[in-house]
């Protein structure tokens, strides 16, 4: 079973997910389980077919899992692996160094920003997984050395807190 955290919109759900034979699965949405069948798109069309619990849907996916378009509107998605630590790699001394390889989704503070520990500082996308970066500890935020887009591979410093 994979556990996910999935923000659509600003509604933010804890999801467990087992896959079942092909194209199918049995997701658990905060407490509540639901029977789901899907089919994968072919030759790039971005439509996709599933049915919940005997109910059909149409949706389109973007492929970043940015967002999500039903037949009622476009959505924000957000999807971060609950089962992956995104923690940061030992260094004690302010730098904040990237977890795991990936690109850089967002960054929420900028030089001078006071930060206190815990504080999300930037998110990190890896295997379409949004990985919430928090600060170590309270200081000020000296330097960010990453941009929106941007790779960076494991251990790299992300940004600098005195």
Do not use: C
Request: hydrophobic letters at 45%.
């Amino acid at each position: 079973m994979s556990r996910i955290q999935v923000t659509i919109d600003d509604a933010t759900f804890e999801v467990d997910v087992q896959l079942g034979g092909p194209g199918q699965a049995t997701v658990i949405v905060d407490g509540q389980a639901l029977d789901v069948a899907f089919t994968r798109p072919q030759n790039d069309e971005p439509v996709e077919w599933m049915r919940v619990d005997g109910r059909s849907y149409e949706i389109v996916l973007d492929r970043q899992m940015h967002w999500v378009r039903s037949a009622r509107r476009l959505h924000r998605l957000a999807v971060h692996d609950a089962e992956v630590q995104a923690a940061r790699p030992a260094g004690g001394d302010g730098r904040v160094k990237a977890p795991i390889p990936g690109s850089i989704a967002r960054v929420l503070v900028e030089p001078g920003a006071q930060v206190q520990a815990g504080q999300p500082l930037l998110v990190l996308e890896a295997m379409k997984m949004e990985n919430q970066i928090n600060a170590p500890r309270a200081g000020t935020v000296e330097r960010v050395n990453v941009v929106v887009g941007q790779s960076v591979a494991l251990g790299v410093v992300l940004l600098e807190i005195a």
